[in-house]
């Protein structure tokens, strides 16, 4: 890893004044291992990776990949022992000629999300890891009726999975309407609508199996038609009352809230546990007649469900060229966030702890410093307590390489909040 972060100055830094590597944090709470090479390809096919935990220690990752033809195909490709297996292709679903990854689950509940195309349209699937093996594709989503196209999916009580997806319509001619289901022992539930959307280019979903499943579901777009104003908005919505199985209960979604205005892409939350969630997004301005001013950071905002109250949005968190990718931690522990420490090309990759508003970083864990642009920042948190991090790696001259590190916490797993 030494080799890495001397390269940081050489090739991340250049132009930049007094610019340096930050050092590792003397109090982080996480180490990270020197990061493994998975897979590394010439021809720049690679647009995505999903780490996926199973039950007795197994390690996945799943991947998205452009094919001669031009569609995609998902493949995956398990960790044994220091070393990775090579991708398997997964099987298109029935009618579909292409197919790609849109979010994954971990145990509890491993389940990959993807969206297939066929000559019928779009149609969204799960494929679970139950005993040793994946499962066949579950259609999530009507063909034909509900052709959608972002979608985000997490993991509840009992293993319930949480889907909410987009499809065509709300109140403008680009809209969307976001919609959820959840899967039980009892399958899956009928579609139930959360909000409209004038436009969106990420849907998060949370849940808090300690709060009777509460969901929060994130999105960055124009709120409430506000389509001319330049702004795209960091909106949320959270839900009111929860199905106890699938049917059984009707899920309410309260309206839509604008978190804050401005130029952000990429929302997401995860639950902190006791109705409580961290959203954390990317942003430059938060003045929607300037967008692009300034360099990119990470910014972030708590929610109660008690009281459906936010925090005051903190818009300078860190520093990072795209949005972080946040880990929630178990027994009030906060949260951890994945991302570039810095606006620049090849800035270093961190791992940050969240505590509070108050203390938004109390841990700073580097994990390398990339070598070519960076895409596909992904994080995990599994039961043996190792926080695993993946990423994709685009050289000059286009080579790909898919790269995956891991840590143990420093401190017990118990030793209490950040």
Not at 217 to 239: I, Y
Not at 401 to 413: C, K, Q, T, Y
Request: proline letters at 7%; charged letters at 15%; one cysteine or more.
């Amino acid at each position: 890893m030494g080799a890495l972060r001397s390269a940081w100055v050489g090739l991340g830094c250049l132009g930049f004044a007094a610019c340096g590597a930050p050092g590792e944090d003397p109090n982080a709470r996480w180490r990270f291992g020197a990061p493994q090479v998975v897979q590394q390809r010439a021809d720049g096919a690679l647009s995505s990776a999903w780490p996926v935990a199973a039950a007795g220690g197994r390690t996945f990752l799943v991947l998205t990949a452009a094919r001669a033809d031009g569609a995609t195909a998902v493949s995956v490709a398990e960790r044994n022992g220091i070393t990775w297996t090579a991708a398997f292709a997964w099987a298109l679903p029935a009618g579909a000629s292409s197919e790609s990854v849109l979010w994954t689950t971990s145990e509890p509940a491993p389940a990959v999300l993807t969206r297939a195309d066929g000559a019928l349209g779009p149609v969204l699937y799960v494929r679970r890891f139950l005993g040793a093996a994946w499962t066949v594709p579950e259609p999530v989503t009507l063909q034909g009726s509900e052709p959608p196209s972002l979608a985000g999916m997490g993991v509840g009580s009992t293993g319930a999975l949480h889907v909410v997806y987009a499809i065509p319509g709300g109140s403008c001619a680009s809209g969307s309407q976001l919609r959820h289901r959840v899967r039980t022992a009892a399958g899956w539930s009928a579609s139930r609508p959360v909000a409209d959307t004038c436009g969106l280019d990420q849907v998060s979903v949370a849940v808090d199996p300690a709060a009777g499943d509460a969901l929060l579901v994130t999105w960055t777009g124009p709120a409430r038609g506000a389509v001319g104003d330049g702004a795209t908005d960091v909106v949320a919505s959270a839900s009111a009352t929860v199905p106890s199985d699938a049917g059984a209960t009707a899920t309410m979604f309260r309206p839509p809230f604008r978190v804050l205005t401005g130029d952000n892409r990429a929302a997401m939350a995860v639950a902190l546990g006791g109705g409580r969630f961290l959203a954390s997004w990317s942003l430059t301005t938060t003045n929607p007649a300037a967008p692009g001013a300034g360099p990119r950071r990470a910014a972030f905002n708590t929610y109660e469900l008690a009281g459906d109250r936010w925090g005051t949005a903190n818009t300078g968190w860190f520093q990072s060229d795209g949005s972080p990718w946040l880990v929630g931690l178990p027994k009030g522990g906060g949260a951890l966030a994945l991302g570039a420490d810095g606006a620049q090309a090849r800035a270093q990759l961190v791992m940050r702890a969240w505590s509070s508003p108050e203390r938004p970083s109390v841990s700073r864990s580097v994990i390398t410093s990339p070598l070519g642009a960076v895409s596909s920042l992904r994080a995990l948190l599994a039961a043996d307590g190792t926080v695993q991090a993946s990423w994709i790696e685009t050289l000059d001259g286009g080579t790909q390489r898919l790269l995956w590190s891991a840590a143990l916490p420093v401190a017990p797993a118990d030793a209490g909040a950040p």
